[in-house]
């Protein structure tokens, strides 16, 4: 029910409706809306309210407008709360089926800024991983990681369906708190090619330390995600 009184506006309310009931599978991925008319009607808003909340669905990423189509449903965005959890651990919350591709696993040392920032001496060896990290069968993110070679002792098929930080946790290891930063740019060809998208197109871009209990670094990573499938979710209070 939709909340005449409430200070929450009414477009945000009707596409969080439309939102929960796409998430639900109410809404296949692949259907088509009512148009604009008969949803607003049926709503009881007016079309411009209905308007505004398919366009917040369309900038989310979980309509696409298409002509002699109509508004579609498509794959929604994954939307990760800023916290201290993998991106596995969240997609295996939401029932998206994660799974990596492990195109790099080895012992090198790590660049200046890496070491830098894990606290090791420049030159000191890391466990550098590169893994491209699948929602189901659709390809999410480019993901690598820094890990001080003397903290895991694993293999390389044992990231394929499991987490870095489970990996962390499981060897005693726990991630307590972290350094992040968030940002964006265009994806390189290569880029592009293994994430299936466009050269150019927009990347999120995930940079994040994490320490342990005593304040040892456990690991650094950097990583991309397609923005057209992915986003960061904030809770704030004053």
């Known amino acids: 029910m939709l909340d005449r009184t409430s200070p929450v506006p009414l477009y945000f309310q009707v596409a969080t409706r439309l939102q929960q009931q796409i998430e639900a599978g109410d809404i296949p991925v ?10 607003a009607d049926r709503l009881g808003v007016s079309r411009p309210t209905m308007r505004r909340a398919i366009s ?19 794959h929604p965005k994954v939307r990760r709360p800023v916290e201290l959890a993998s991106l596995h651990d969240e997609l295996a919350k939401e029932g998206r089926s994660p799974r990596s591709e492990v195109r790099e696993f080895e012992v090198r040392p790590a660049p200046d800024q890496v070491a830098q920032t894990l606290g090791l001496p420049l030159g000191s060896d890391v466990l550098w991983i590169e893994r491209l990290r699948f929602a189901g069968d659709e390809p999410l993110a480019l993901m690598h990681n820094a890990v001080p070679v003397d903290l895991l002792r694993i ?52 940079t994040r330390t994490a320490w342990d209990a005593a304040g040892g670094a456990v690991a650094y990573g950097s990583h991309l995600y397609r923005a057209g499938r992915y986003s960061f979710e904030l809770h704030l209070t004053s």
């Open 56 to 74: 917040y669905l369309v900038e989310r990423g979980m309509l696409v407008r298409r002509r002699g189509v109509g508004t579609q449903v498509v």
């Open 155 to 206: 293999r390389r098929a044992d990231l394929e369906h499991r987490g870095l930080y489970a990996a962390l946790r499981a060897a005693g290891h726990v991630p307590r708190t972290a350094d992040q930063v968030v940002g964006a740019r265009a994806a390189t060809a290569g880029e592009a090619r293994i994430l299936h998208e466009t050269r150019g197109a927009p990347l999120l871009t995930m």
């Open 30 to 39: 692949g259907g088509r809306l009512e148009n604009e008319v008969e949803l």
